[in-house]
């Protein structure tokens, strides 16, 4: 992924208010797109996938966009709370390109109280 | 519980050392894979393997070494040839290599001293 130096991007919401975290993609044949939560000093949790087929979907709380025409990736937290602090990845895959998941930079999300 | 170990959680390495982080799950995993993530980066895949005895090159393998003799286990090796090994390394594991769904360990921070 494209490298944003030190200094993540940083999304700060208020408890409560919907959280929308967005992610670019370069590779069209991506046919998986996921996304991933990292708490400080842990590894990351899958949180939610999207095939390529699909624009939407729900899961917990959460909903994942995808816009193929514009290749981005949204992921929308509902009534976001404290314990979403983290810092969140969006990863995409190519069936066949390996089968490997590549990562994007991450943004942090930090809930104000 | 089942889960994905890693050890130690920190370490510390005088330059000119190779030295091995430890991975382990007891998940029955086929896939494995070790990323390193640095300050303000997404995660970089260094090795992974899609079953025991077999594993395959990342975006960033040059000074790391592998092994897979268990299908529990996927030791990474960060060798002397490694020009810039300070990092957390995570390792996760998947039910086959491309399953969208991985999931990591707590991570290893490296420090070269």
């Known amino acids: 992924g494209e490298s944003v130096g030190l200094h993540l991007p940083t999304l700060s919401v208020q408890e409560g208010d919907n959280s929308i975290i967005n992610c670019a993609y370069s590779?069209?044949?991506?046919?998986?797109f996921i996304w991933y939560k990292q708490e400080s000093g842990k590894g990351p949790q899958f949180i939610i996938d999207?095939?390529?087929?699909?624009d939407k979907r729900q899961g917990q709380r959460v909903t994942v966009l995808l816009n193929k025409t514009v290749k981005h990736l949204s992921l929308q937290i509902a009534a976001t709370q404290p314990g979403d602090s983290a810092v969140y990845f969006c990863a995409e895959k190519v069936t066949g390109g390996g089968n490997k998941l590549t990562f994007g930079t991450g943004t942090q999300l930090k809930v104000e109280l | 519980d089942g889960g994905i170990t890693q050890s130690p959680k920190y370490l510390f390495r005088k330059e000119g050392q190779n030295v091995t982080l430890s991975c382990e799950q007891n998940?029955?995993?086929?896939?494995m894979y070790w990323y390193r993530q640095d300050p303000g980066q997404g995660l970089r895949l260094i090795y992974y393997s899609q079953i025991v005895n077999d594993f395959q090159k990342g975006d960033i393998a040059e000074g790391y070494s592998v092994s897979r003799e268990k299908k529990e286990s996927f030791p990474l090796t960060v060798t002397s040839a490694q020009k810039n090994p300070t990092a957390f390394y995570l390792c996760?594991?998947?039910?086959?290599?491309?399953?969208?769904?991985?999931?990591f360990g707590q991570g290893t921070r490296l420090t070269v001293v």
């Open positions: 590779n069209s044949a991506s046919d998986y």
């Open positions: 996760a594991s998947s039910i086959f290599v491309g399953n969208t769904e991985a999931f």
């Open positions: 999207i095939r390529s087929n699909m």
């Open positions: 998940l029955n995993h086929d896939a």
